[in-house]
T-cell receptor, first 112, second 110 residues
Framework: SQTIHQWPATLVQPVGSPLSLECTVE??????LYWYRQAAGRGLQLLFY??????ISSEVPQNLSASRPQDRQFILSSKKLLLSDSGFYLC???????????FGPGTRLTVL | KNEVEQSPQNLTAQEGEFITINCSYS?????LHWLQQHPGGGIVSLFM???GKKKHGRLIATINIQEKHSSLHITASHPRDSAVYIC????????????FGKGTKLTVNP
């Protein structure tokens, strides 16, 4: 069966520090991968999606970046965090475009 | 105005009641998703539908493409149904993008 992992589960970081959130999927090959952010009082927002290794599409211009170094690994990064980067970050995968998406447990990031 | 609007924002019910959560959207879509977010934050996909009606246990989802409206119904509600229910639409046109509503927070009291 397929599983999706995210870590860390929670993170408190000072403004200006770097960020690296990791997501891995098991039990499937060549998944579509997604990073979402849920800010307080707002709906989920798609940040990045990837249809293959090294292929990243950005939905929202900001100080975050994403990379997919391996087929089932998706990393969200920042060189310098802002207060506005606080939120709940969710990774998701789907078998193909237009299919149901399966979400990871999420990472709660607080930037102080 | 958001492309996806949900109502109500908050809903409190007594155990056993029939629940309806509504979702309206203003764009052309290829599919609509209903998701459940538990208090800890984890999200579970409940339904993906593009027409008609789907049923899973006590949950029923319907969609009316012409009216750009979907409903999620919960029959015989239970306290364990307490969660945030999120509607999301896949925008027509080949994009991977899902556009999400802000969610409906449901509390079912025993």
């Amino acid at each position: 069966s397929q599983t999706i992992h995210q870590w860390p589960a929670t993170l408190v970081q000072p403004v200006g520090s770097p960020l690296s959130l990791e997501c891995t999927v098991e039990g499937t090959s060549n998944p579509n991968l997604y990073w979402y952010r849920q800010a307080a009082g707002r709906g989920l927002q798609l940040l990045f999606y990837s249809v293959g290794i090294g292929q990243i599409s950005s939905e929202v211009p900001q100080n975050l970046s994403a990379s997919r170094p391996q087929d089932r690994q998706f990393i969200l990064s920042s060189k310098k965090l802002l207060l506005s980067d606080s939120g709940f970050y969710l990774c998701a995968w789907s078998v193909e475009a237009y299919n149901e998406q399966f979400f990871g447990p999420g990472t709660r990031l607080t930037v102080l | 105005k958001n492309e996806v609007e949900q109502s109500p924002q908050n809903l409190t019910a007594q155990e056993g009641e029939f629940i309806t959560i509504n979702c309206s959207y203003s764009v052309g879509i290829s599919a609509l998703h209903w998701l459940q977010q538990h208090p800890g934050g984890g999200i579970v996909s409940l339904f993906m539908l593009s027409s008609g009606k789907k049923k899973h246990g006590r949950l029923i989802a319907t969609i009316n493409i012409q009216e750009k409206h979907s409903s999620l119904h919960i029959t015989a509600s239970h306290p364990r149904d307490s969660a945030v229910y999120i509607c999301a639409v896949r925008v027509q046109g080949g994009s991977e993008k899902l556009v999400f509503g802000k969610g409906t927070k449901l509390t079912v009291n025993p």
